[in-house]
T-cell receptor, first 115, second 110 residues
Framework: DAGVIQSPRHEVTEMGQEVTLRCKPI?????LFWYRQTMMRGLELLIY????????DSGMPEDRFSAKMPNASFSTLKIQPSEPRDSAVYFC?????????????FGPGTRLTVT | DAKTTQPNSMESNEEEPVHLPCNHS???????IHWYRQLPSQGPEYVIH???SNVNNRMASLAIAEDRKSSTLILHRATLRDAAVYYC???????????FGTGTKLQVIP
């Protein structure tokens, strides 16, 4: 398996522009997570899905952020409009429910820079 | 969420064992102890997990105190590739959400 795939790997955009980050989870995994990592705040969970349904979006910072999972093999995280404080590395992770374990597999991340 | 406390950083010499401590005094009976690590410029990766008994796998060992208020991740022979941030996380059995703390940054000295 290729693991969790994220695109793009790097994104540089200007303030006010729309940004879309993409994620393809590992086939057969029923959970998908979006995280954001910055030096100041560390690794934060933004939202997670189970069987394509959002379960907990309490970490989404504000209405400018939205996430969708139209099918089991694709998810997007959209920021509109983007701001310089959104600059961070965004990770997507997936897992398969297995009671006590359910380890999360992370993608390589998308480094977003908003100027 | 129950909280974990880890040292900000640790150093180890290459080829020597490393013991990474984690305190979790408010752990509940259903919380499992999970460890992840994040290599530079990569996403975190699972290392090991346990409930009450000590656990071993190909990457590391996990020693859990009898009262479960602390645990130690043991790397038996540190290599330069083990330089990473190590996160200790508490996770309830069937619950999927995990909270990453600040972790311990491990530096391995050649």
């Amino acid at each position: 398996d290729a693991g969790v795939i994220q695109s793009p790997r790097h994104e540089v955009t200007e303030m006010g522009q729309e940004v879309t980050l993409r994620c393809k989870p590992i086939s057969g995994h029923d959970y998908l997570f979006w995280y954001r990592q910055t030096m100041m705040r560390g690794l934060e969970l933004l939202i997670y899905f189970n069987n394509n349904v959002p379960i907990d979006d309490s970490g989404m910072p504000e209405d400018r952020f939205s996430a969708k999972m139209p099918n089991a093999s694709f998810s997007t995280l959209k920021i509109q409009p983007s701001e310089p404080r959104d600059s961070a590395v965004y990770f997507c992770a997936s897992s398969q429910f297995r009671d006590t374990l359910s380890e999360q597999y992370f993608g390589p991340g998308t480094r977003l820079t908003v100027t | 969420d129950a909280k974990t406390t880890q040292p900000n950083s640790m150093e180890s010499n290459e080829e020597e064992p490393v013991h990474l401590p984690c305190n979790h005094s408010t752990i509940s009976g259903t919380d499992y102890i999970h460890w992840y690590r994040q290599l530079p410029s990569q996403g975190p990766e699972y290392v090991i997990h346990g409930l009450t008994s000590n656990v071993n796998n190909r990457m590391a060992s996990l020693a859990i105190a009898e009262d479960r208020k602390s645990s130690t991740l043991i790397l038996h022979r540190a290599t330069l590739r083990d330089a990473a941030v190590y996160y200790c996380i508490l996770k309830s059995g069937g619950y999927q959400k995990v909270t990453f703390g600040t972790g311990t940054k491990l530096q391995v000295i050649p």
